[in-house]
T-cell receptor, first 110, second 114 residues
Framework: SQQGEEDPQALSIQEGENATMNCSYK?????LQWYRQNSGRGLVHLIL???NEREKHSGRLRVTLDTSKKSSSLLITASRAADTASYFC??????????WGAGTKLIIKP | KAGVTQTPRYLIKTRGQQVTLSCSPI?????VSWYQQTPGQGLQFLFE???????NKGNFPGRFSGRQFSNSRSEMNVSTLELGDSALYLC?????????????FGPGTRLLVL
């Protein structure tokens, strides 16, 4: 399969809690990107982390990258109802092709 | 700057027909990628065009084809439609080729094959 893997497949947490999603990939990469998809709003880019970076922050988002384990994690702190969405990781391989994960469906309960 | 636009937004076709979907990238972007999204298979890469040339192609049958025009607008064609082609078709644009930078996605075309 071309796909990377994400876990969990689904995550349900209370508003205000932190949410962590993980992504694993198979080949060496140049960068890894995280996207969010709300129903009816399409895919939106969240953050890009390059292979020589280990951690990156953007607002309430924190992404880590461990190239030795071929894995990345996305942490959303102080979750809000508006964070309810599906989250996808996409890794850029040496052929400059993005390999997508199957996604994590995040539900924030009020 | 206007975002990525896709037309039509919704489409209903019957088996055996063909369909053409259109994507207009963000002004100045030269790369357009197409994806098929279904509940069971997730996001599947179809192909990428950069400066009118196909750079990469996913594992889809030859019924799926595309092209890019000199103004970077791209079209995707599916011939001899099958029920399994029902999906959301997304296009994404970027200035650089491949996944070197942020991909900007359009809202998608939802295709239903009956």
């Amino acid at each position: 399969s071309q796909q990377g893997e994400e876990d969990p497949q689904a995550l349900s947490i209370q508003e205000g809690e932190n949410a962590t999603m993980n992504c694993s990939y198979k080949t060496s990469i140049n960068n890894l990107q995280w996207y969010r998809q709300n129903s009816g709003r399409g895919l939106v880019h969240l953050i890009l982390i390059r292979s020589n970076e280990r951690e990156k922050h953007s607002g309430r988002l924190r992404v880590t990258l461990d190239t030795s384990k071929k894995s990345s994690s996305l942490l959303i702190t102080a979750s809000r109802a508006a964070d309810t969405a599906s989250y996808f990781c996409a890794s850029m391989d040496s052929n400059y092709q993005l390999i997508w994960g199957a996604g994590t469906k995040l539900i924030i309960k009020p | 700057k206007a975002g990525v636009t896709q037309t039509p937004r919704y489409l209903i076709k019957t088996r055996g027909q063909q369909v053409t979907l259109s994507c207009s990238p963000i002004s100045g972007h030269r790369s357009v990628s197409w994806y098929q999204q279904t509940p069971g298979q997730g996001l599947q890469f179809l192909f990428e065009y950069f400066s009118e040339t196909q750079r990469n192609k996913g594992n889809f049958p030859g019924r799926f084809s595309g092209r890019q025009f000199s103004n970077s607008r791209s079209e995707m064609n599916v011939s001899t439609l099958e029920l399994g082609d029902s999906a959301l078709y997304l296009c994404a644009s970027s200035f650089l080729a491949g996944g070197q930078e942020t991909q900007y996605f359009g809202p998608g075309t939802r295709l239903l094959v009956l």
